[in-house]
């Protein structure tokens, strides 16, 4: 079993910046790749940014420029850095991994979500 642990996320106003944080403890042999997804009241869930291990990275349109995700695979955990953040960025983020675990498996799991809410 793997738990992921998020922190970061707060009100910012607009314009402003703020960093989101996941780590994943457990069994984990190796990372395919982890990422952020996010979901707004009366909205689907949504990608938001995903990296692989290597460090290919993939990010929704509406994010290309003003967010960046990172990992760090010595620690099994994933940074996003948002800046420029508009009112349209307010959700719950959930961090998302998806690794090597017991038995060379692949397996996906979610973070618990953490809120980000952009207003002035």
């Known amino acids: 079993q793997v738990q992921l642990v998020e922190s970061g996320g707060g009100l910012v106003q607009p314009g402003g910046s703020l960093g989101l944080s996941c780590a994943a403890s457990?069994?984990?042999?190796?990372?395919?790749?982890m990422g952020w997804h996010r979901q707004a009241p009366g909205k689907q869930r949504e990608l938001v940014a995903v990296?692989?291990?290597?460090?290919?990275?993939n990010y929704a349109d509406s994010v290309k420029g003003r967010f960046t995700i990172s990992i760090d695979n010595a620690k099994n955990t994933v940074y996003q850095q948002m800046s420029s953040l508009k009112p349209e960025d307010t959700a719950v983020y959930y961090c998302?991994?998806?690794?090597?675990?017991?038995?060379?498996?692949?397996?996906?799991?979610w973070g618990q979500g953490t809120q980000v809410t952009v207003s002035s």
């Open positions: 998302n991994a998806r690794v090597i675990g017991d038995r060379r498996a692949t397996y996906e799991y």
């Open positions: 457990g069994i984990i042999f190796s990372i395919n790749n």
């Open positions: 990296i692989t291990s290597g460090g290919s990275t």
